[in-house]
């Protein structure tokens, strides 16, 4: 026996836990390179406009073109993956993470600019996928919730730390304009800043595993059992390469033609994965992200008031992950995407009624009264809401809901929407926020409507999986 930890699973074989964390903690890089890459352009916008000459560097498609980029990422990682594998995948995503912090820093136009950050745009879609799939291949039934939702938590402090890097730079050099070490502008260096955990993320994915379902499925038996041996034991790694044949028995090797289904395009099951990727989106969470500062300044908050405000939401966001990761496992994840979508209808709805009651004075927008209060509380209690469900829960639920052989065609299809239902909900905020008669108003009540028709969604076609082996989802 292995001096490394162990508990017994449900199953009778033991889990070696000490492995297990290793594989998910170095997966989970990947996560929080997502968040880093997407929050970094946030306190790099001033240099940008100046270096480039360029007003609207970090608005419209200059941003959404990111989004693209991580749509293309999705897809592609989900089917390439089922050839070459899901390790190989991040370690190609590790690689772009490079390329593009370090092309982003040295950019001399906006064009080039804008070609490295579609580069970063293609790695975070891949990581995106493959670290929440690789975690649910290799962690067992009875973990698999908690450490999959490992993901979100790390999203939220790759995002929290390129803030964190953003903001002691420029407090260092006194602005992002001014020059830091070697006389090199310090908005380049914000980028540079994500070198160090990009080359720890491809260096350490040298010390874990592939898949072993990856393996069983290309027909390297041996090697998947060596794999799951270092996990269990050797009787319980036999054995499951035993249950992962079964279910491949009839089939044939994995590809993008495992998602369609006929007439209905995609599989039932595909299309309840695009149903969970698309909400997730449709509810406007990514519009208090991109667009946070719109919505505090309509409050009528300072722009000092705001940057405590965010520091809030996202201290807030954590303590809901937490809240997520010790109850998946235990209530399932059914109840916590339900839960999630009515506490989001009601409180996109409290923001809709208090925007209504905006008025202008001297030309900017306000609320009167209590209502900046009770928009503030609602707004921080929908950033909860869906960091305690659909935050985590959505990459859990895609990562382990398709069979062995769907895996990977499906991911890449829902993540794909996902990534496009992102980039429509960033393009269409500003054009929604400028239309009249529309607003703020009509923005959230339109994402209210999302959010209670996700209420029906998930209690009509999820599917619980909590404590299943993947093994036995199907189609």
């Known amino acids: 026996m292995s001096d490394a930890v162990s508990h017994a699973t449900p199953g009778g074989a033991e889990t070696r836990m000490s492995q297990v964390l290793l594989i998910t903690a170095v997966a989970t890089i990947g ?25 609207d560097i970090a608005t419209g498609f200059n941003v959404a073109s990111m989004l693209l980029g991580c749509a293309v990422g999705a897809a592609a990682a989900g089917t390439l993956s089922d050839r070459f594998g899901r390790r190989t995948m991040m370690l190609v995503a590790a690689v772009f993470f490079i390329i593009s912090a370090w092309g982003s820093g040295v950019a001399s136009s906006s064009l080039e600019f804008i070609v490295y950050r579609v580069i970063g745009g293609v790695a975070v879609g891949a990581a995106s996928v493959m670290s929440p799939a690789y975690i649910s291949e290799v962690a067992p039934s009875k973990y698999r919730g908690r450490l999959s939702s490992i993901q979100q938590v790390a999203i939220i402090a790759g995002l929290f730390f390129a803030a964190l890097s953003n903001f002691a730079i420029a407090k260092a050099t006194g602005s992002s304009l001014d020059p830091w070490f070697f006389g090199v502008a310090a908005w380049r260096w914000m980028f540079w800043i994500e070198l160090i955990p990009a080359f720890i993320f491809l260096f350490a994915l040298l010390l874990i595993p592939e898949s072993p379902r990856f393996l069983v499925a290309r027909g390297h038996e041996e090697k998947a059992v060596g794999v799951l041996e270092k996990l269990s034991n050797l009787t319980a790694a036999k054995s499951k390469v035993t249950e992962i044949k079964d279910s491949l028995l009839h089939d044939h090797k994995p590809s993008l033609r495992d998602a369609f289904g006929g007439s209905a395009v995609f599989k039932g099951i ?63 994840r059914k109840p916590l995407l339900w839960v999630g979508s009515i506490g989001m209808t009601v409180t996109l709805a409290i923001l809709a009624f208090c925007f209504a009651q905006a008025v202008k004075v001297d030309g900017a927008v306000s609320l009167p009264g209590s209502y900046g209060l009770i928009a503030l509380l609602a707004a921080n209690a929908y950033v909860v809401f869906f960091n305690a469900s659909w935050g985590p829960v959505m990459w859990v639920a895609l990562g382990e809901m398709f069979p062995n052989q769907v895996r990977g065609a499906g991911l890449a299809v829902s993540g794909f929407f996902q990534w496009i239902s992102n980039f429509a909900i960033t393009m269409t905020f500003p054009i929604m926020l400028a239309t009249a008669g529309f607003g703020l108003t009509g923005a959230y009540g339109f994402y209210a409507v999302c959010a209670l028709i996700s209420v029906f969604f998930v209690q009509r076609y999820v599917r619980e999986t909590k404590g299943l082996e993947l093994e036995e989802m199907t189609d």
């Open 31 to 55: 996560g929080f390179l997502f968040g880093f890459d997407s929050g970094v352009i946030n306190g790099t916008v001033e240099g940008l406009k100046t270096a480039f000459n360029a007003e």
């Open 270 to 332: 595909v299309w309840i994965g695009i149903g969970l990727a698309t909400f997730q989106q449709l509810v406007g969470i990514n519009v208090v992200f991109y667009y946070g500062a719109v919505l505090w300044q309509a409050v009528g908050f300072s722009e000092s008031d705001a940057l405590l405000i965010n520091v809030i939401t996202n201290g807030a966001s954590i303590v809901a992950v937490f809240i997520a990761l010790s109850l998946i496992d235990k209530v399932g």
